[in-house]
């Protein structure tokens, strides 16, 4: 047997599993609305690609990636565009976002399929290419597209895949019906994962002891396969052993680095509902477009896994399970440790939602008012990342943000084990999460204001050079003007006039006194004004034939180019005139 290491902290609170899983994986009619989030994913938001009004069909790429961390989104059924508005998101924020709202025809009529029997003579990039442009993306998570994890750095060596069937969370067991339904498919989309990453030489299942249904299914699926590298790895139930840096040291014995990726040990991580979709994608050409959900909690008649369309409203869902407003104590998205409180169920299901948790008042009722905190330490023995979930709080009141970076709050995975064991009932993930929250817009203002400090500076350096370059043009001059001066007077020394002694008369006043006292001819005078006359009239001629082509304003500033150029050529032939009565008289 495999051997497998324990990780620091963790809890076990009730599982609450079995609830859901009375009865057998279930499909809904199809809704008549359903609302697609650009943002499912971390990462940029998708950019809509279709327009109010437009036909599409089921599979169909409506949205496309914006970057690299980013992921495409498709049409979960086929039908109309009806709009493309702002609609609230399934987001703790409660907040709103843009999103595609698809009217259903009712048909569920597919595009065309890049379907691909022969799949394992695929080369890398084509099989990656099939997987990012299907808009896979963590399913289990926080919805990494899944594209880049399975593209590590090429310096970096990957001799591990692990497959994350752990579903600690209580309630959860989505990924427990996934395995026990498609375990082939599980096994196949490992294997895929496996030739994408250079075929490792360890790939591990890793899933909890208290799935003993999904193990037997998952090994009689690999038993069936020559040759099979495939480990299923059970352990011991422990909350949050699911989360990847955890799952990774309890398989592996690696410690993941703060701020490092698992990569940079030489792993790769990725939930079996993510290595399903994969395989389809890879195999029928089918994005992703739909996921299995647990719909669960005493508020409902019903509770069982579904497999739902993305974008189908959470309203419809419960409606569909015997939902009583009355009785439910809140309604939760995920579980009840890592899931949080939605304010309203007009909100969709997205690539990441796992659960829709409706507990009854008596199932979970409100928590009991915070009190002060009485520095027990429970926090920090409950904590699998080995942080000090005391201190983290103290700095997250103070808004200290620097200390909050100093201890390492990014490397906290919010599972709220330390929330579980606080004897004072503080919400400490809350915490947690707004001061991360304000860390991430704090770097967002300092890149501005960096890039706005490096434009500033940049303007003073130019302007200073601008400056320097005016002041040697100055010196430049000066010189000249004192060798003219000493030219000029050297000059008048050698012909025996006495040197001007006046410094304000300079090489140019010279000249113009030299220039007065020359005689010009009557001929060339002629001459000179003649030519005056003559490009005065040029001038007013191609003024006068662009007035004609110009419309509105231009027109107009044009017309009074024409009264200044009529002006000067009334000036050049008065001044020919004089001319000519002043030879001639």
Not at 31 to 54: M, S
Not at 63 to 89: M, Q, Y
């Amino acid at each position: 047997m495999r051997k497998v290491w324990d990780i620091h902290g963790g809890v076990h609170p009730p599982e609450n599993k079995q609830q859901s899983m009375q009865q057998a994986l279930a499909s809904l009619p199809l809704a008549p609305e359903l609302v697609l989030p650009l943002n499912q994913h971390i990462g940029k938001p998708a950019i809509a690609i279709v327009a109010e009004g437009d036909t599409v069909l089921k599979g169909q790429l409506i949205a496309k990636a914006d970057g690299p961390i980013s992921a495409n989104i498709h049409a979960p059924t086929s039908g109309t565009v009806s709009g493309i508005e702002d609609r609230t998101l399934p987001h703790p924020s409660g907040g709103s976002g843009p999103c595609i709202v698809i009217s259903s025809d009712g048909k569920d009529t597919w595009a065309e399929l890049d379907a691909c029997e022969n799949y394992q003579t695929l080369d890398h990039n084509t099989l990656l290419e099939k997987i990012r442009s299907a808009g896979i993306a963590g399913m289990g998570g926080a919805g990494f597209p899944a594209a880049i994890k399975l593209n590590p750095r090429g310096n970096l060596k990957i001799d591990t895949l692990i497959l994350n069937g752990t579903e600690c969370e209580p309630y959860i067991t989505a990924d427990d019906t996934l395995m026990q339904t498609r375990a082939q498919e599980v096994v196949a989309g490992a294997q895929i994962l496996a030739q994408l990453l250079g075929n490792p030489k360890s790939i591990l299942i890793g899933i909890e002891d208290n799935k003993p249904e999904a193990i037997r299914s998952i090994s009689k699926a690999l038993s069936e396969v020559e040759n099979n590298p495939i480990e299923v790895v059970s352990f011991p139930t422990k909350y949050p052993s699911g989360g990847e840096k955890q799952l990774i040291q309890i398989l592996t014995g690696r410690e993941v680095p703060a701020g490092k990726l698992p990569a940079d040990v030489g792993v790769v991580c990725q939930n079996v509902g993510s290595t399903v979709a994969a395989y389809r994608a890879v195999r029928f050409g089918e994005p992703l477009i739909s996921r299995i959900t647990t719909v669960v909690g005493e508020a409902l008649e019903i509770q069982r896994n579904i497999e739902v369309p993305i974008g189908t409203p959470i309203g419809y869902i419960l409606e569909q399970h015997g939902f009583t407003a009355a009785n439910v104590s809140r309604l939760i998205m995920g579980g009840p440790m890592m899931g949080f409180a939605l304010n309203t169920a007009d909100v969709p299901v997205i690539k990441t939602t796992n659960c829709i948790l409706a507990p009854s008042r008596a199932e979970m009722p409100a928590p009991p008012p915070a009190q002060a905190c009485i520095r027990c330490g429970m926090c920090a023995e409950a904590c699998p990342a080995s942080l000090l979930p005391q201190q983290l709080f103290w700095y997250s009141m103070a808004e200290d943000l620097d200390k909050l970076e100093a201890h390492n709050i990014a490397d906290c995975i919010e599972c709220g084990a330390c929330s579980y064991v606080c004897p004072s009932n503080i919400p400490l993930v809350q915490f947690y999460r707004a001061s991360k929250g304000a860390m991430k817009q704090h770097a967002i203002d300092k890149e501005k204001s960096d890039r706005s400090r490096a434009r500033f500076e940049f303007r003073q350096q130019r302007i200073e050079k601008a400056e320097v370059e005016k002041e040697a043009k100055r010196a430049a001059r000066k010189v000249a003007a004192e060798a003219a001066k000493a030219k000029l007077a050297a000059k008048q020394a050698s012909e025996g006039d006495s040197p001007k002694t006046d410094d304000t008369a300079d090489v140019v006043a010279a000249a113009i006194a030299k220039a007065k006292t020359q005689d010009i001819s009557p001929e060339v005078q002629l001459a000179k004004l003649e030519r005056a006359l003559s490009s005065a009239s040029s001038r007013l001629d191609r003024t006068l034939a662009r007035a004609e082509e110009a419309e509105g304003e231009k027109k107009d500033a044009i017309l009074a180019r024409v009264k200044d150029a009529e002006l000067k050529v009334s000036d050049a032939k008065n001044k020919l005139a004089e001319f000519q009565a002043r030879e001639n008289g």
